[in-house]
């Protein structure tokens, strides 16, 4: 199975930073991963898939890149409701895997 | 809009069986992959299963191979999910989930119901 490594698993930051999340995946999965926001109690949200394709009326402060082992979700501008958790996601393979998510957080 | 609708969750005893369903709108249901996605109480997210168009093909994880089943009726526009022999472990939300263009990202979520086995 492929494992994802998400980094960091919490996050603090001042509305307006810029923040940067990471994903490592343990073998290459080429540009198959997706980036996910999930507020409580609500279910998942795609924000970016293909490493780097903005979800259609996702705001355009979220950013991903990335290519193979080593992918990165991007907030230009950290807006309030930015703060919930965020996890990332490969389907190059079954079975399917998520980092184990990171938490945001506004100072 | 797209729609996905779970239900079928409540408290079990380990060892136990249940029966998830999705009711699935709004788009071609049998041109798509499906998904269960689960998430216990606090945790992360956890890929459960997936089928294909027509159901012929299926995939699970490892940790519920030969106790959970997926199936789907397209002419009834649903995915189930066949829960048996459940254990403590496996309390959690349960989503089903449309994988966008069969690509395996999942670009609609149902609200996810919640399944708990307790005795």
């Known amino acids: 199975d492929i494992q994802m490594t998400q980094s960091p698993s919490t996050l603090s930051a001042y509305v307006g930073d810029r923040v940067t999340v990471t994903c490592r995946a343990s073998?290459?999965?080429?540009?198959?991963l997706a980036w996910y926001q999930q507020k409580p109690g609500k279910a998942p949200k795609v924000l970016i898939y293909?490493?780097?394709s903005l979800e259609s009326g996702v705001p355009s402060r979220f950013r991903g890149s990335g290519f193979g082992t080593e992918f990165t979700l991007t907030i230009s501008s950290l807006q309030p409701g930015d703060s919930t958790s965020y996890y990332c996601?490969?389907?190059?393979?079954?079975?399917?895997?998520f980092g184990q998510g990171t938490k945001l957080e506004i100072k | 809009e797209v729609q996905l609708v779970e239900s079928g969750g409540g408290l079990v005893q380990p060892g136990g069986s249940l029966r998830l369903s999705c009711a699935a709108s709004?788009?071609?249901?049998?041109?798509?992959?499906m998904s269960w996605v689960r998430q216990a109480p606090g945790k992360g997210l956890e890929w459960v299963a997936n089928i294909e168009e027509d159901g012929s093909e299926k995939y699970y994880v490892d940790s519920v191979k030969g106790r959970f089943t997926i199936s789907r009726d397209n002419a009834k526009n649903s995915l189930y999910l066949q829960l048996n022999s459940l254990r403590v472990e496996d309390t959690a939300v349960y989503y089903c989930?449309?994988?966008?263009?069969?690509?395996?990202?999942?670009?609609?979520w149902g609200q996810g119901t919640l399944v708990t086995v307790s005795s």
């Open positions: 996601q490969q389907y190059d393979s079954s079975p399917y895997t």
């Open positions: 293909k490493a780097s």
């Open positions: 073998q290459n999965i080429s540009s198959w």
């Open positions: 989930a449309r994988e966008r263009d069969n690509s395996g990202d999942f670009d609609y």
């Open positions: 709004e788009f071609t249901f049998s041109s798509y992959w």
